[in-house]
């Protein structure tokens, strides 16, 4: 008797860190690694919605034009698309309303991991990088 309860605390744990693990497996994205179409541009599409970018982890080239076409696919919330790493050539500030799209150009100089996120944020609500609206662009050399 004494084992047999042993036994299930034991298995009640594994139960737990399984489910955790299928829970962290499930919101990481895949990366999207984008190579230069036939003119040299690297391009993305990315839905922004509440409160996710879709994709939301993307590897590009250094030293090559990127052009990412970013959707609002939200009813009424607006989002934007903040990149604030001007050493590495990447500052962008763009405002997409709902049901909008808008296209961004830059090329990124250094190679890294940087972030991009949404500073949305309605009165005393979180903002919604604070509900998880951010992602990552990794600058390949
Ligand atoms: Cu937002």
New binding site residues.
């Given amino acids: 008797m004494r084992n047999k309860s042993w036994m299930v605390v034991v298995l009640c744990w594994v139960a737990l860190f399984f489910s955790f693990g299928v829970s962290f497996g499930e919101t990481d994205q895949e990366v999207l690694v984008l190579e230069p179409e036939a003119d040299g541009v690297q391009r993305a599409f990315i839905v ?1 919605d ?2 996710v970018y879709t994709p939301s982890h993307i590897s590009i080239q250094a030293g090559k034009p990127v052009e990412f076409r970013l959707e ?1 696919q ?1 009813f009424l ?4 698309f903040i990149m604030d790493h001007p050493d590495a050539g990447l500052q962008q500030d763009v405002n997409v309303d709902a049901g909008d799209d808008v296209t961004i150009r830059f090329v990124a100089q250094v190679p890294g991991t940087y972030t991009f996120y ?3 944020q309605l009165l005393f609500f979180p ?3 604070e ?1 998880g ?1 951010e992602g990552l662009l990794e600058v390949r050399p």
């Fill in positions: 922004l509440s409160y609002n939200s919330t607006p989002h934007n949404c500073d949305k903002s919604h990088r509900e609206m």
